[in-house]
């Protein structure tokens, strides 16, 4: 499975992001997605997961309401976005996504097999 975020850049405290996560692969559509980011001098940490089909959407607590999480998939592909909305300097952070995970504890990251490269979120005040 290959996953490729996009989607990042600056804006304004209060605006609105949308980041997208491509992922492919013959096995994509047999995992959930989720989406973790690091800030800077920060761990990384859960921001959200939806599993293999549209449903079972979980997010961090601390995310809730504000960011939401979709899922189209076709053949062999998918996409997983990451709707952002009344956006703070705090969710600056270089933001993953990531398939597989577990339902049971969908923000241990050990358990998530394929990771991409980071797309940078930047939040001004």
């Known amino acids: 499975v290959q996953l490729q975020a996009s989607g990042g850049g600056l804006v304004q405290a209060g605006g609105s992001l949308r980041l997208s996560c491509a992922a492919s692969?013959?096995?994509?559509?047999?995992?959930?997605i989720a989406w973790f980011r690091q800030g800077p001098g920060k761990e990384r940490e859960f921001v959200a997961r939806?599993?293999?089909?549209?449903?079972?959407?979980?997010?961090a607590d601390s995310l809730k309401g504000r960011f939401t999480i979709s899922r189209d998939n076709a053949e062999k592909t998918a996409t997983v976005s990451l709707l952002m909305n009344s956006l703070k300097p705090e969710d600056t952070a270089v933001y993953y996504c990531?398939?597989?995970?577990?339902?049971?504890?969908?923000?241990?990251?050990?358990?998530?097999?394929?990771w991409g490269k980071g797309t940078q979120v930047t939040v001004s005040s």
């Open positions: 990531a398939a597989g995970g577990s339902h049971w504890n969908p923000q241990r990251q050990t358990d998530y097999a394929y």
């Open positions: 692969g013959r096995t994509v559509g047999d995992y959930a």
């Open positions: 939806i599993g293999r089909s549209r449903g079972n959407t979980y997010y």
